[in-house]
Each structure stands twice: as C-alpha cells, then as structure tokens.
C-alpha cells in the first residue's frame, strides 16, 4: 500500500481507521509524509485515510491563520459545545467542493503526539473546525454526509469526475 491522496469513492474513507497501537518509525515516517501530501495540496489538514493509511492520525496547520501546526494520534473529542456554527468547508479528497456545515463552535479534543505524550485541551474557531473535520475522517465520515440529501444530490456530477481521480 502506497500512501497517497485518494478521493471521494475510496473505500478507506468509509472505513473507522485503526487505532495506532505503537508509535514506531513507520508511524512517525507516515506522519512526515502525511504533512507532505497536505503542504502540496495546499490543505490546511488531513486524515490517515485521506494518505491511503486506515490509521488514527490527523495532521493541522493553521499557522497561516495565527494558528497551530500539530500531528495527533488517536484523537478524539471528548466533549463540545451546545453553540454550533456554519463554516464553509471544502476537503482535500472532493476537489473543488466546498458548502457550509454547521457544527459545534468549540471542542475539547484528546489525542497523543508523535512523541508519546497523552494530551487534552480546548479548542474554537477555525482549530474546533478542523478537528472535528479531521477526527470525523478517521470514523469514515466526510464533511458531504453532514449535509442534507438535496444538496448533496446536486453534487451528483461533481462527485462522479472525484471518483475518476482515483484511478489515474
Ligand atoms: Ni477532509
């Protein structure tokens, strides 16, 4: 399995990703190549599954944005706020769609960095949007299922000519 981004149609981002048991070189290889594949696609975060590795492990940079740039194993959110927000989203893996998602406005997220300290804190704003985008993706959900059916359905076409990326 080579990792690489892959797009809207690829069974991995269906999937739960796997739970990083060990973080050993290949963890720490994948998380460099994985901010690789997000600084060439001018990205601003991505997913294990979105690199082509069903793993738990998000990568965020925001410092563009006076914000934080962190890899993350196993996060999670363990709680958020009543308050929800639209934002518009877009995703690596949907070229050239983007549509407002409401969300909670803030989050509290655990999770582990790559050199093995277990970490929790809060999050808003952009940060609280991104990692809710990102831990969404390593439970096989993607910003386009929070949205409802007829909008979705208007994406038909698009979505059709993303899933044709995969194969080249
Ligand atoms: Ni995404």
């Given at each position: 399995?080579?990792?690489?981004?892959?797009?809207?149609?690829?069974?991995?981002?269906?999937n739960?990703?796997?739970d990083?048991?060990n973080?050993?070189?290949?963890?720490?290889?994948?998380?460099?190549?994985m901010f690789?594949?997000?600084?060439?696609?001018?990205?601003?975060?991505?997913?294990?599954?979105?690199a082509?590795?069903?793993?738990?492990?998000?990568?965020?940079?925001?410092?563009?944005?006076?914000?934080?740039?962190?890899?993350?194993?196993?996060?999670?959110?363990?709680?958020?706020?009543?308050?929800?927000?639209?934002?518009?989203?877009?995703?690596l893996?949907?070229?050239?769609?983007s549509?407002?998602i409401?969300r909670?406005?803030?989050?509290?997220?655990k999770?582990?960095?790559?050199?093995?300290k277990?970490?929790?804190f809060g999050?808003?704003?952009?940060?609280?949007?991104?990692?809710?985008?990102?831990i969404?993706?390593?439970?096989?959900?993607?910003?386009?299922?929070?949205?409802?059916?007829?909008?979705?359905r208007?994406?038909?076409k698009e979505?059709?000519?993303?899933?044709?990326?995969?194969?080249?």
């Amino acid at each position: 399995m080579s990792y690489k981004l892959v797009y809207y149609g690829s069974d991995i981002l269906k999937n739960v990703a796997d739970d990083v048991k060990n973080i050993d070189q290949n963890i720490i290889d994948l998380i460099d190549t994985m901010f690789n594949i997000m600084y060439k696609e001018r990205g601003i975060g991505l997913a294990g599954p979105q690199a082509n590795a069903g793993k738990k492990i998000i990568t965020i940079d925001i410092e563009n944005f006076g914000g934080q740039r962190i890899a993350l194993i196993n996060p999670e959110i363990i709680s958020k706020s009543e308050e929800t927000e639209p934002y518009e989203e877009g995703c690596l893996s949907f070229p050239g769609i983007s549509e407002d998602i409401i969300r909670p406005s803030k989050v509290a997220v655990k999770g582990i960095t790559p050199d093995g300290k277990e970490i929790s804190f809060g999050a808003d704003g952009l940060y609280a949007r991104v990692l809710q985008h990102e831990i969404d993706h390593i439970n096989g959900v993607v910003f386009i299922d929070h949205l409802e059916d007829h909008i979705r359905r208007e994406y038909r076409k698009e979505l059709k000519k993303i899933k044709k990326l995969n194969k080249d």
